[in-house]
């Protein structure tokens, strides 16, 4: 069974940082998307950033909006990917989830909620002065 764990989220400053945690288990495969979401209250939630393990390649992707400011990234073991996101703005305060799915091409739509089917609990990030 596949779960999801994320952790990490917090209150920080404008400009600061933080390193959220998503502790996969039960994968039934190497080749997946595992991405990042947020939801703010009363919008949408929106794709952040997504890692692709596909035959051994590692592919990164991310939503304009926080490309030169968000890295995801995962354990050498595999199991837990890391969302490092610095220069934190009011703006970025969400839920924010782990999603994953599991592949067998490289998909257009990985940032797309519409495209996962196993979520994690989420962990809220909030950035205020």
């Known amino acids: 069974?596949?779960?999801?764990?994320?952790?990490?989220?917090?209150?920080?400053?404008?400009?600061?940082?933080?390193?959220?945690?998503?502790?996969?288990?039960?994968?039934p495969s190497e080749n997946y998307d595992i991405a990042w979401f947020r939801q703010a209250p009363g919008k949408e939630r929106e794709g952040v950033s997504c890692l692709t393990r596909l035959k051994r390649l590692t592919y990164t992707s991310y939503a304009d909006s926080v490309k030169g400011r968000f890295t995801i990234s995962r354990s050498n073991a595999g199991n837990t990917v890391y969302l490092q996101m610095n220069s934190l703005q009011p703006e970025d305060t969400a839920v924010y989830y782990c999603a994953v799915e599991f592949i067998n091409f490289l998909r257009r739509d990985r940032l797309q909620t519409r495209a996962y089917g196993n979520w994690g609990q989420g962990t809220q990030v909030t950035v205020s002065s």
């Open 1 to 27: 069974q596949v779960q999801l764990v994320e952790s990490g989220g917090g209150r920080v400053r404008p400009g600061g940082s933080l390193r959220l945690s998503c502790e996969a288990s039960g994968f």
